[in-house]
């Protein structure tokens, strides 16, 4: 594969960098350690404008290449926060956090972006500004979503932005990508139950909320199959179902939570007005109230159609395996925020037949480093030419 022969050289340093990150996990905006590190690394690297702080732990580098008459700039994004699972496997530089590991590879998305930074810091062959985005809080606390409502789009006047995953199942190396609605919209919602408790021998005296529960969660189902036009995707998922604590009473109350997925704002409605529609009325037959908690988390990922065009371009300087229709996934991603502020585009970075993620054995391949590393650099220059 046509790497970067100077992000090659440094590979292992890249690595370091990646596993020192693993052994160190934190969560959503806790991600203290990891962006202090990522400043750290600026600062040697030399970028021209180092910014803490943005989205509460969010790092901004700004590198300005060589010339400056194209008044363009560019925004790479990786994210730094880890997952709440236990890591199961034995190595040398497992998570040394209990109950938190890096099993999403963010740690590797950030290691690859610091790569890119130290090349691009290094050769300024570009024309322009090419702005590098560390971001707190993917994995369900909204970081991008606080770092463009800080105004970060404006204040360094980024005018189309980029980011990158890895993917465990797609071949070593193969970049793969589409146009348009790409990842779904994550939503979150809360269901909860008011029926009337009692001694669980007497059922005849009381409004079962359990028995209710299970209904609501029974009828939730047809609503993908009877109300979602079936060519759409939409997925409704319940994950958590609390009520009572005693083994013969009746609760007076039960929770329900989970997720709904959607492909696109019109699907989304149809969602919500029918969930609550389901909700509220088959509570009443039981004689039971039921309220539903509908909260729009992640926008759906939508990769701008010619800023695709252009990534796929740049990935094939890389990888002679680009891949420019990846089927859509019901994952969410909150890099759609930034996404609906400027346009661009997000890609997958294949790492092989490894475990997936957010499993507890999970590990980023860092064969794929100098990979990924080359395509940030390469999107730079080639957005920016010098000549």
């Known amino acids: 594969m046509p790497i970067i022969n ?16 693993h052994a160190h996990p934190e969560l959503q905006f806790e991600v203290h350690r990891t962006a202090a590190l990522v400043a750290e690394k600026l600062k040697e690297f030399g970028v021209d404008e180092i910014v ?9 580098g700004v590198i300005k290449g060589r010339k400056s008459h194209s008044g363009r700039t560019i925004g790479l994004r990786a994210d730094m926060d880890a997952l709440p699972i236990q890591e199961v496997i034995e190595r040398p530089y497992r998570s040394k956090t209990a109950g938190v590991m890096h099993a999403c590879g963010h740690d590797g998305h950030t290691a690859m972006l610091l790569g890119a930074a130290r090349y691009l810091a290094e050769t300024r062959n570009f024309d322009g500004t090419a ?10 606390g909204g970081g991008g979503r606080e770092m463009v409502k800080e105004g970060m789009m404006e204040r360094f006047a980024i ?23 790409m990842m779904a919209a994550a939503d979150m919602f809360i269901i909860d139950i008011e029926g009337k ?15 209710v529960g299970a209904h609501i969660m029974t009828a939730l189902q047809s609503v993908v199959s009877r109300n979602v ?17 005693a083994f013969n009473v009746i609760p007076q109350t039960a929770r329900l939570t989970g997720t709904a997925r959607t492909l696109s704002s019109e699907v989304q409605d149809i969602l919500e007005i029918r969930m609550r529609e389901v909700i509220e009325h088959t509570a009443a037959a039981f004689g039971a109230k039921a309220t539903l908690d509908y909260q729009r988390h992640y926008p759906v990922l939508s990769n701008n159609a010619e800023k695709t065009e252009f990534a796929g371009k740049v990935a094939r300087l890389v990888s002679d395996k680009v891949d420019m229709n990846t089927p859509q996934v019901m994952g969410g991603e909150d890099f759609s925020f930034m996404l609906d502020a400027r346009p661009g585009a997000f890609i997958y970075i294949g790492q092989g037949d490894t475990q997936y993620l957010h499993h507890p054995e999970y590990d980023f391949n860092d064969e794929i480093i100098p990979i990924g590393a080359s395509y940030w650099a390469k999107l730079v220059e080639t957005a920016l030419p010098a000549n």
């Open 6 to 21: 100077r992000i090659a050289d440094f590979h292992d340093d890249v690595t370091g960098w990646r596993r020192d990150i």
């Open 52 to 60: 803490t702080g943005i989205g509460r732990t969010g790092v901004v």
């Open 131 to 140: 702005v590098v985005i560390f971001q707190p809080a993917e994995e369900g």
């Open 159 to 181: 005018d189309e932005v980029y980011g990158m995953h890895n993917a465990p199942g797609i071949p070593f190396g193969q970049f793969s990508i589409r146009p348009g609605p």
């Open 197 to 211: 408790g009692g001694h669980a021998a007497r059922p005849q005296r009381v409004i079962d909320t359990t028995l």
């Open 229 to 245: 036009d079936p060519v759409e995707a939409a997925v409704i998922s319940v994950t958590t179902f609390k009520a009572g604590d």
